[in-house]
Structures are given as C-alpha cells and as structure tokens.
C-alpha cells in the first residue's frame, strides 16, 4: 500500500523539475495527481509519464499568481477527482541575480507575484475546499532563501522568507479543522532554475556541480527525487503530527 493511497493530489509546477518528480512520486504512492503549470507541453508531458507508470492523473494549465485561475484550478480538481487531500504548492520563478539597490522593480513584483503571492493564492483555495473535506495537508516550496540570505538574489530571498512565514500561519489557523501545512527549505536541487542561478553567478564560467557541488556539507547537489520523498511523505498520514514547519532538505547547507 502507497503512502497516500487513494488521495486526491494536485501540483503546481509540475512541467518540470521538482514537481513533475512529486506529481510522479504521488502517483507511484497511490494518488490521483492534477498536474499544474504555464508550461502545457511540461504539463502533459508529465501526465504522460505517470499514465505510462500505471497511475492515474489529468493536466490543467493554470498561473498561480492569478486568483481566478487558481480558483478555476482547484474546482477543476474537484470535478475531476471529487475531492483534495494533499497539495503541493511547488511553482516558483529564480528572478535575476543583480545587487539590491540595482534590482529593477519589475524583477520584485514578477518574484513576489509568483513566489509569495502565488503561494497564498494557492493556500486560500486549498484551504477552503480541504474544509469542506473535513481536512488535508498542504506542502509550500520554500528554500534555504527562505531561512538565511544569498546575495544577488534579494526578492527570491523575501519571496521564500514570506512563505516560510504564511506556512506557519496556516498551520495555526486551520490546525484544529484537521489541516496541516508545512513547508519544505531544500538547497541546491539538479533542475533548470539551479542552471540559470549558477549561470548567472558565475557568467557561465562554472557548470552547475563546479559551482554548487562544494557549497553543499555532502559533497554534492540534491536531486528532485530525494525533494519529491519528503513532500509526499509530510502530505501523508505518517507525518499526521507535523505542521508550520519549516523543514531543511539541503544536505546540511544551513547547518554551516
Ligand atoms: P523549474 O524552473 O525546473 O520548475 C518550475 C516550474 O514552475 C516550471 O515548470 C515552470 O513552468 C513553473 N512555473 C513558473 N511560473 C509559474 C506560474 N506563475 N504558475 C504556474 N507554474 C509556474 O524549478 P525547480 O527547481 O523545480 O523549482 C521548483 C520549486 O522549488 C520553486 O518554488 C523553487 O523556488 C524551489 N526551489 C528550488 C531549488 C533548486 O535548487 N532547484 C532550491 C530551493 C527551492
């Protein structure tokens, strides 16, 4: 048995990277997954790799730094599967690598939009249907941005502290109506967003594992299949005791 057999899931970036591999990981542990992103052809591709698996999952292309489509998004769910029980807001956008005081606002604004507001688009929906449900547990994409700062990267820093931060304060709201939301703070993760930061700090002098690899204790950079374990599995009953966490994955980036 899967650990979360039967449950209703959606995913919200999940075109690539980290959340196609938790759209798969919840679908090998037996959840009907919705798949969300912008990107249709990630999107499907998706859906097709957990249909060619066995497992059972539909796309709907939805921006959630859009209230109305991110409404639109979970009634779809709903629709189509009769309920949500687990969800993982995973889409999130890197942004430039300049100095503070130079960081176009534009930059700010696209950042925060996706990243902070995005989040807490997604996390009224959810919440809001997970109540009539009778509960559920929800899974932010946070980082360790979201807990220490990373020069150059200012509003990708404020975006992943403000989601550290509403994560806790859902836990507190809605604890008692059997609603539990955590969010994850993973270091450097093997996916095109951790290509274009090492790209743009270093001027493309540096690959990715040349750059990243030795910043990390372990030795080395994570991949999105070691993320997508700890999303699943916090979504599942046997994390029933954890909520307004902010849990590192970042093979000891944050205890240095
Ligand atoms: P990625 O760029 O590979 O994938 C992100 C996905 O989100 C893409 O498919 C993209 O189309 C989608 N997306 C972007 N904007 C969107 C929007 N407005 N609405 C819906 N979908 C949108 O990145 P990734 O590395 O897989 O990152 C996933 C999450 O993990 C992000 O929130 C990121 O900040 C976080 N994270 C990544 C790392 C890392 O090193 N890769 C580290 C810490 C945290």
Aim: net charge negative; hydrophobic share 40%.
């Amino acid at each position: 048995m899967g650990m979360v057999e039967g449950k209703i899931a959606l995913v919200t970036g999940a075109g690539a990277g980290i959340g196609r591999a938790t759209a798969l990981k919840f679908a090998q542990e037996g959840a009907k997954v919705m798949v969300s992103d912008v990107d249709t052809k990630g999107g499907e591709e998706t859906v097709e790799m957990i249909l060619n698996d066995g497992g059972e999952a539909a796309f709907m292309k939805a921006d959630v730094s859009s209230a109305g489509e991110v409404a639109a998004l979970v009634d779809k769910v709903v629709q189509t599967f009769g309920r949500l029980d687990c969800a993982c807001n995973n889409a999130g956008i890197e942004g430039k690598v300049i100095p503070m005081a130079d960081q176009p606002e534009a930059n700010y604004d696209a950042v925060m939009g996706v990243n902070a507001k995005g989040t807490f688009l997604c996390l009224q929906a959810e919440i809001k249907q997970m109540q009539k449900n009778g509960g559920g547990a929800i899974v932010n994409l946070a980082s360790v941005a979201g807990l220490i700062g990373f020069p150059g990267l200012s509003p990708y820093v404020a975006s992943k502290h403000a989601v550290n931060g509403m994560t806790k304060n859902a836990a507190l709201e809605y604890g008692k109506e059997g609603i539990r939301v955590n969010s994850i703070c993973p270091g450097g993760i093997d996916t095109r967003m951790l290509d274009s930061l090492a790209e743009q700090a270093s001027g493309g002098a540096q690959s990715t594992q040349e750059m990243m690899d030795p910043l990390h204790p372990i030795g080395r950079i994570g991949r999105p299949e070691e993320v997508a374990e700890l999303i699943v599995w916090l979504c599942s009953p046997r994390a029933s005791f954890i909520t307004g966490a902010n849990v590192p994955i970042d093979g000891g980036y944050v205890a240095q």
